[in-house]
């Protein structure tokens, strides 16, 4: 059987340490989270990623800048085999336009293709504003685009408006051509808590026609901090044991052929093309007792509670045949069969 999902991109977490401790981290993370990957393993999963025809690479955590030396080296490996680069990170480091200046002018020179800022209520307790804005307008200096991730809560202090205010108090002036800002709701990884959310964020009936299927879940396999590899990037994730594909070991395995170990898995594949809200909807048509409507705003929140709840995965699991026919006639016979017979 070959793969009905390559990856086309590979995360990897060079460290679980983070300057901040942001409650509900996706990761776990904060100061005295010191879990790093041995640099071999990096070098040796980004010359698979090359061999597996990924195309990007993504530096995250964690707080990747912690390892600076370990995080330019594995951009620089990754720019000498063609891959592209992207960096994910809360911008603590830009304390100061110099220091701003002095990262960028050296990730720029490592060849970094991509650069995200992650900001927020949350972020801000541990990083000022004034040190994204400062990174921004280096970034931008340095010829990159810049992505702002903003934490998306009901009361939030800070938006994407407190962001453009502190860049205008640089004499920057934002536009689409520069920086792009994303909303993401802030999600807690209890599956049984409720974010503090505007109305109408979370999944309902009314709006599940617009969730959308798990676009990480095989495309983006994840080298975790402690060497393990994950099946996608999501929050939370380290959580899910499904999720986790085992530590990556160097014995010329491709991360095609890794992903490939959970293609027979019909949860996963539901998750992939129907997304966790709808995957969830479907099983409560069989079970009154699995209640789902307005509790999640993020994806990943509802994908932990279909790995947690024994209920839901009973349902998939024992109608497999009535979930698989779904998935049939979602994503074509066709590929299916396609996909089974390729040599
Ligand atoms: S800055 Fe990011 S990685 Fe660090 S604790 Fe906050 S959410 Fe986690
Ligand atoms: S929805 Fe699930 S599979 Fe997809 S990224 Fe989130 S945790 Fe991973």
């Given amino acids: 059987m070959a793969n009905i999902h390559r990856p086309s991109t590979l995360s990897i977490m060079p460290t679980w340490q983070c300057n901040a401790s942001c409650s509900n981290c996706g990761t776990l993370s904060h100061p005295k989270n010191?879990?790093?990957?041995?640099?071999?393993?990096?070098?040796?999963?980004?010359?698979?990623?090359k061999r597996d025809n990924i195309a990007v690479v993504v530096f995250t955590g964690g707080e990747a800048t912690l390892k600076p030396s370990?995080?330019?080296?594995?951009?620089?490996?990754?720019?000498?085999?063609?891959?592209?680069?992207?960096?994910?990170?809360n911008a603590w480091w830009a304390k100061s336009n110099y220091a701003a200046t002095k990262m960028l002018a050296q990730l720029?020179?490592?060849?970094?293709?991509?650069i995200n800022?992650?900001?927020?209520?949350?972020?801000a307790k541990f990083i000022p504003v004034s040190c994204v804005a400062n990174a921004i307008v280096a970034s931008v200096e340095h010829g990159f685009h810049a992505y702002v991730m903003v934490e998306l809560v009901a009361t939030a202090s800070i938006t994407k408006e407190s962001?453009?205010?502190?860049?205008?108090?640089?004499?920057?002036?934002?536009?689409?051509?520069?920086?792009?800002?994303?909303?993401?709701?802030?999600?807690p990884l209890d599956p049984s808590a409720i974010g503090n959310y505007a109305d109408g964020v979370c999944a309902n009936k009314s709006?599940?026609?617009?969730?959308?299927?798990?676009?990480?879940?095989?495309?983006?396999?994840?080298?975790?901090?402690?060497?393990?590899?994950?099946?996608?990037?999501?929050?939370?994730?380290q959580k899910v044991k499904d999720?986790?594909?085992g530590q990556l070991a160097q014995d010329g395995t491709s991360l095609g052929e890794l992903c490939e170990s959970a293609e027979l898995?019909?949860?996963?594949?539901?998750?992939?093309?129907?997304?966790?809200?709808?995957?969830?909807?479907?099983?409560?048509?069989?079970?009154?007792?699995?209640?789902?409507?307005?509790?999640?705003?993020?994806?990943?929140?509802?994908?932990?509670?279909?790995?947690?709840?024994?209920?839901?995965?009973?349902?998939?699991r024992s109608r497999e045949s009535y979930f698989m026919a779904k998935l049939a006639a979602s994503m074509g016979i066709e590929r299916i069969l396609e996909a089974a017979f390729d040599e």
């Avoid at 800022?117 to 972020?123: I, N, R, V």
């Fill in 117 to 123: 800022f992650s900001t927020g209520d949350e972020h």
């Fill in 207 to 237: 709006n599940l026609p617009q969730r959308t299927g798990c676009d990480s879940i095989y495309s983006t396999p994840t080298l975790q901090a402690d060497g393990t590899l994950a099946i996608c990037c999501g929050i939370g994730m």
């Fill in 108 to 114: 720029k020179s490592a060849g970094l293709k991509e």
């Fill in 163 to 187: 962001v453009v205010h502190e860049l205008e108090k640089l004499n920057f002036h934002s536009d689409d051509k520069s920086v792009s800002f994303i909303e993401s709701p802030w999600t």
């Fill in 34 to 49: 010191k879990v790093a990957l041995e640099p071999a393993l990096i070098t040796y999963a980004i010359d698979q990623a």
């Fill in 243 to 245: 999720l986790q594909l």
């Fill in 70 to 89: 370990v995080l330019l080296d594995a951009i620089r490996q990754a720019t000498e085999l063609g891959i592209s680069t992207r960096l994910v990170t």
């Fill in 265 to 316: 898995d019909i949860v996963k594949l539901l998750i992939k093309h129907f997304g966790p809200e709808k995957t969830l909807a479907m099983t409560s048509d069989f079970r009154e007792d699995i209640v789902w409507e307005d509790m999640y705003a993020h994806k990943c929140q509802a994908c932990i509670r279909i790995f947690s709840d024994s209920n839901v995965l009973n349902e998939i």
